[in-house]
């Protein structure tokens, strides 16, 4: 599976981005599917995590602003952002973990989020 991330750019504060990621090869097999970030000089900080079943988790500093989604119709994660803040700026990135699997095995590049104030 490869996981290929879109829609990153800049915006200003308060503003809104959808990014997604979308999955190429066997999308069925992937349970869990989640969004991290990493900003410069930061550990990399999970921000949501959207299982098969559709139960979601979103880290306390995005809860209420960002809306995680998946179409496995169209194999594409999503990651709604409304009400952005400087802080949200890093660079965001999608992972899936299969059936089985403890860790999450599959990883996009990335795409950069900048929220200027």
Do not use: H
């Not at 550990?43 to 809306?67: M, N, P, Q």
């Not at 169209?74 to 660079?91: F, G, H, I, V």
């Amino acid at each position: 599976v490869q996981l290929v991330e879109s829609g990153g750019g800049l915006v200003q504060a308060g503003g809104s981005l959808r990014l997604s990621c979308a999955a190429s090869g066997s999308f069925f097999s992937i349970n869990t599917m989640a969004w991290y970030r990493q900003a410069p000089g930061k550990e990399r900080e999970l921000v949501a995590v959207i299982r098969v079943v559709g139960v979601t988790y979103y880290a306390d500093s995005v809860k209420g602003r960002f809306t995680i989604s998946r179409d496995n119709a169209k194999n594409t994660l999503y990651l709604q952002m409304n009400s952005l803040k400087p802080e949200d700026t890093a660079m965001y990135y999608c992972a899936g973990k299969s059936y089985g699997s403890i860790e999450y095995n599959y990883w996009g590049q990335g795409t950069q989020v900048t929220v200027s104030s």
